[in-house]
C-alpha cells in the first residue's frame, strides 16, 4: 500500500530525513519511535504533502500512485490521513460544516454522491460514539477553545468520518491524561479492520500497550535504523535510544 | 513563493469578469454644475418651490466646501465639471431571451442562485415573464397600501406625500452636513421612500427590487426610511448581482428616521463595479448614511456587505437621542486588486442608557487597502451609556494593507466602552489543514473567510446571507464558472 523508498528530505535548508526506506502493508500498524529531532514528524508531514518539506531525493508509491507527484487534498482524497499533533483552529466554522465539506470532497473524487445533511448527521452521530464526543462539540468551531485532548479526539474523529485507507498518527498521544489515551485508543483500536493501515508516530511505549503495533522501527538522523516487534518499544523503554545511537556509530 | 501563496495570488488578483455596459438613450443635461444645473433637475422632476428652494442652498453651500482628504484613499482629483448630473431613465439593451444574454453573465447569475424572473429583469429581457414580475411587485404594492405602508421612488413621493418629505428631508443628514451630502442634496436625481405607520410591522423585507420605477436610480441617490411608534421593517438594499455604471462618482445619501418603540433594520450588499486588476475605471462610491433613534427604546441596525468598488468611503451612524435606544452596526468590507476602503460607523450616544454594538469585519486580498474608521462618542447626559466594538481584520497574501481608527470620546462618566481588534492572516497552517482532509486551497480560503464573517452573515435575511455567502467566494475567486 505504502512503500518508501530511499526518501530524502529537508526543511529551510536542512537535510532532516537521509534515505528513509519503508514498507506498509494492508491492515499493518507501524510504530515509529526515536530520539527528539530524528525526524519523525518531518516524515509525516512530508508524506501529507506539507510545502514547506522539499523532498531531496527517492520514492513514495502509495496505492499504485506516485504520491510525491499528488498535492495534499489528492493525497486525502486517496485516502491518506495524518491525525496532527497540533490541530488548527478554524474559528467561525462548525466542526459539522468542516467535515460535511471535507467528507463530502472526498466522496465526489471517489464518484460518489455527496451525503444530505440527513445522512451526514446520521453517521456523524455513530461515529461520535467512537471518540465518546459530547454532540456540542460538533457545533463548535474546529478546535477552537478545545483542550488538548478534545483537540486529539477531534482528530481520531475525523478520521473515522473520513475512513482513510492509511492513517497518521502524528503523537497523537502527546498531552493526553490516561483516560484521554484510552479513548483515543479505543477510537483507533475500533477503527482496525484487517485493511486499514496505521502509522503511528510516538515518543512513548505505553502508547503502543493500547494500540498494539505488528512493527516498532526505530528513526535515527533521518533513516530507520531498526525494526523490530513490539518488544523492541518495551526494550527502548528500558533502555533508552544511546545502545542503539552506538550501534549506528559503530556501523558507520 | 510558496505554492498556497501563488494559488492565493493567482484566486486573489483575477479580474471582475462580469458587469453590465449598457448603450445609453438619454436626454442629459449638459456637463457641469451650476445653479442652471440644480434648476434643470428640479424642472425635470416637476418639483415644488420649496423643494427647489432646498436643492439651490444646499448647492451654494456646497461652493463654499472643500473635498474632504481625511479617508484613508488616494485618488486623481474628481473634476465636478466633468459630469453630467441628470440623465433621462436609462435603457437596457433589450434581448429576447436569456439565450441571447452573454453566458459569463448568465454562469453569474446561476452561481449567485438568482430566480430566473429576476434574472430576465437584470438582463432586461423584453419577454411575458418581465410583465409578470411587474404584476408581482404591483400586488406587493397593493398588500403594503392596505397596511398604510408607503414604499415608493423618492420622485413619486415628492408629488405624492410632500408633507411627509418636506418634514423629514434632510432631518438626519442636513443638506450641508459634508461635502458629498451637500452635493446630492443639491442634485440628487432619485431613490427610495419608506413610511411605516404607527404599530405596523411590515410583513416583508422590502427591497429596493419590489418598487416600481426602479430603473435608473443614479448616481445620486436618495433614500429616506420613517418608521413610527413601534412600526417595524427591514430593509435591503442593493443585490449581489454585479452592478456597472457609466458614472463613476456614485454619493448617495441614506436617511433613517426610527421614533420611539420602531425598530428599522437595514442591510445592504454592494457588488459596484471595482475598476480592473491594474485599478483603472472602477466606481467611487463616496455615501452619508445615518439613522436617528428619536424616541426611547428605538433600533436602528446597520448590515453591510460591501464587495465593490474601487474606492468606498461610508460610515453608517446612529444617532442614540431617545433613552435605552440601540445602535447596530456589522459589516463585512472586501478588497481586492486595487480596491480601497475606508468604513465603519458612528455611534452618537446622547440618550439615557443607551445601547451601541459595533462588528466589523474587514478582508483584504492583492494590493488592496482596507480602513476601519470608527467614532464612538457618549455625550454628557448620556448616562450609563455602553457599547462594544470588535474590528477584525483578515489579510490574504501579503501585498495587502488592514488599518483600523478608532475614536473614542466619552463625556459621561458611567459610560462603558469596550474595544477589541484583531488583525490575523489566512494561515498556511490553515490551508494546509484543509488540505489535508481532502478540501482545496480554493474552498478552504472561502470556508475560512466565511467562518470569520458568520456573525455578520447571521445578521443578515435569510436568502439575503445565502446569497451573500455565494458572493464572497466569487469575490475571493473572482472568476465565474
Same mark, same amino acid.
Given at each position: 500500500m505504502l512503500s518508501i523508498k530511499d526518501l530524502k528530505a529537508s526543511v529551510e535548508g536542512k537535510q532532516i530525513l537521509n534515505g528513509l526506506n519503508l514498507e506498509v502493508k494492508p491492515g499493518e500498524v507501524h510504530a515509529i519511535m526515536g530520539p527528539n529531532g530524528s525526524g519523525k514528524s518531518t516524515l509525516a508531514s512530508v508524506l501529507a504533502g506539507r510545502e514547506e518539506y522539499e523532498v531531496e531525493g527517492g520514492a513514495v508509491n502509495f496505492l499504485g500512485n506516485d504520491l510525491l507527484e499528488m498535492s495534499p487534498e489528492d493525497r486525502a482524497r486517496a485516502g491518506m490521513f495524518l491525525a496532527f499533533q497540533y490541530p488548527v483552529e478554524i474559528p467561525g466554522v462548525s466542526n459539522a460544516n468542516f467535515l460535511k465539506t471535507a467528507v463530502n470532497e472526498v466522496r465526489k473524487s471517489r464518484g460518489l454522491a455527496a451525503y444530505d445533511s440527513k445522512e451526514f448527521l446520521q453517521i456523524m452521530k455513530e461515529k461520535m460514539k467512537l471518540v465518546e464526543m459530547d454532540k456540542a462539540m460538533t457545533q463548535r468551531s474546529v478546535n477552537e477553545g478545545f483542550s488538548g485532548g478534545e483537540k486529539k479526539r477531534n482528530e481520531i474523529f475525523q478520521m473515522a468520518m473520513l475512513e482513510p485507507t492509511l492513517a497518521i498518527l502524528d503523537e497523537t498521544d502527546s498531552g493526553l491524561d490516561i483516560d484521554a489515551l484510552r479513548i483515543v485508543s479505543n477510537g483507533v483500536n475500533a477503527l482496525r479492520d484487517g485493511n486499514r493501515s496505521f502509522i503511528v508516530i510516538t515518543h512513548y511505549q505505553r502508547l503502543l500497550d493500547y494500540i498494539v503495533p505488528d512493527f516498532v522501527h526505530v528513526l535515527y538522523k533521518g533513516r530507520i535504523v531498526k525494526s523490530g516487534t513490539k518488544d523492541l518499544a518495551l526494550e527502548l523503554e528500558e533502555k533508552g535510544y544511546d545502545w542503539i545511537k552506538e550501534e549506528v556509530a559503530v556501523g558507520a | 513563493m510558496s505554492e498556497d501563496l501563488k494559488i492565493l495570488d493567482e484566486v486573489t488578483n483575477s479580474e471582475y469578469k462580469y458587469g453590465f455596459v449598457s448603450n445609453i438613450e438619454s436626454d442629459n443635461a449638459p456637463k457641469g454644475l451650476d445653479e442652471s444645473t440644480v434648476r434643470f433637475i428640479s424642472a425635470k422632476k416637476n418639483e415644488p418651490e420649496w423643494l427647489l428652494e432646498w436643492r439651490l442652498k444646499a448647492f451654494r453651500h456646497w461652493l463654499t466646501m472643500v473635498e474632504p482628504t481625511w479617508p484613508n484613499v488616494h485618488y486623481p482629483q474628481i473634476d465636478?465639471?466633468? %459630469? %453630467?448630473y441628470y440623465s433621462a431613465p436609462k435603457k437596457k439593451p433589450t434581448l429576447n431571451s436569456l439565450d441571447e444574454l452573454d453566458p459569463e453573465i448568465k454562469a453569474t447569475f446561476d452561481k449567485l442562485g438568482i430566480s430566473l424572473i429576476e434574472q430576465q429583469r437584470l438582463a432586461g429581457v423584453a419577454v411575458d415573464a418581465v410583465i409578470d414580475s411587474v404584476s408581482v411587485k404591483t400586488t406587493f404594492r397593493e398588500s403594503l397600501r392596505e397596511l398604510g405602508i408607503i414604499f415608493c421612488s423618492f420622485s413619486e413621493a415628492v408629488q405624492d406625500h410632500p408633507d411627509l418629505i418636506k418634514k423629514y428631508l434632510g432631518s438626519v443628514v442636513p443638506a450641508t452636513d459634508n461635502f458629498y451630502a451637500a452635493l446630492n442634496s443639491a442634485v440628487f436625481s432619485d431613490g427610495s421612500f419608506c413610511y411605516i405607520p404607527q404599530g405596523v410591522r411590515c410583513p416583508m423585507e422590502l427591497s429596493t427590487y419590489f418598487r416600481i420605477n426602479s430603473a435608473g436610480t443614479g448616481q445620486f441617490e436618495r433614500t429616506l426610511i420613517v418608521a413610527e411608534e413601534g412600526a417595524f421593517v427591514s430593509y435591503l438594499e442593493g443585490c449581489t448581482a454585479p452592478m456597472r455604471d457609466e458614472n463613476q462618482l456614485h454619493a448617495a445619501v441614506v436617511e433613517i428616521v426610527s421614533h420611539t418603540d420602531a425598530t428599522v433594520k437595514y442591510s445592504t450588499v454592494q457588488n459596484w463595479y471595482? #475598476?480592473? +486588476?491594474?485599478? +483603472? #475605471?472602477g466606481i467611487y462610491n463616496f455615501v452619508t448614511k445615518r439613522g436617528i433613534c428619536l424616541g426611547d427604546r428605538a433600533k436602528i441596525s446597520w448590515t453591510q456587505v460591501e464587495t465593490g468598488s474601487a474606492i468606498t468611503w461610508k460610515y453608517p451612524s446612529v444617532i442614540l437621542k431617545g433613552d435605552y435606544s440601540v445602535g447596530e452596526f456589522y459589516s463585512v468590507a472586501v478588497t481586492n486588486n486595487m480596491q480601497q476602503a475606508d468604513t465603519g460607523t458612528k455611534m452618537i450616544h446622547i440618550g439615557k442608557k443607551t445601547k451601541s454594538i459595533i462588528i466589523s469585519k474587514g478582508i483584504s486580498c492583492g494590493k488592496s487597502q482596507n480602513s476601519y474608521r470608527g467614532l464612538v462618542r457618549i455625550g454628557k447626559k448620556a448616562e450609563n451609556a455602553r457599547n462594544f466594538s470588535q474590528c477584525d481584520s483578515l489579510l490574504i497574501g501579503d501585498k495587502c494593507g488592514a488599518h483600523t481608527f478608532p475614536y473614542i470620546e466619552v463625556g459621561n462618566k458611567t459610560a462603558k466602552v469596550e474595544h477589541e481588534a484583531t488583525t490575523s492572516k489566512v494561515g498556511e497552517d490553515q490551508i494546509f489543514y484543509c488540505n489535508q482532509r481532502g478540501i482545496s486551497t480554493e474552498d478552504a480560503v472561502n470556508l475560512i473567510v466565511n467562518g470569520y464573517c458568520k456573525e455578520v452573515f447571521n445578521q443578515l435575511p435569510m436568502e439575503f446571507a445565502v446569497e451573500a455567502q455565494k458572493l464572497l467566494a466569487i469575490s475571493l475567486e473572482g472568476s465565474v464558472g
Open positions: - | 465636478f465639471q466633468d %459630469i %453630467i471595482p #475598476g480592473d +486588476k491594474n485599478g +483603472k #475605471g
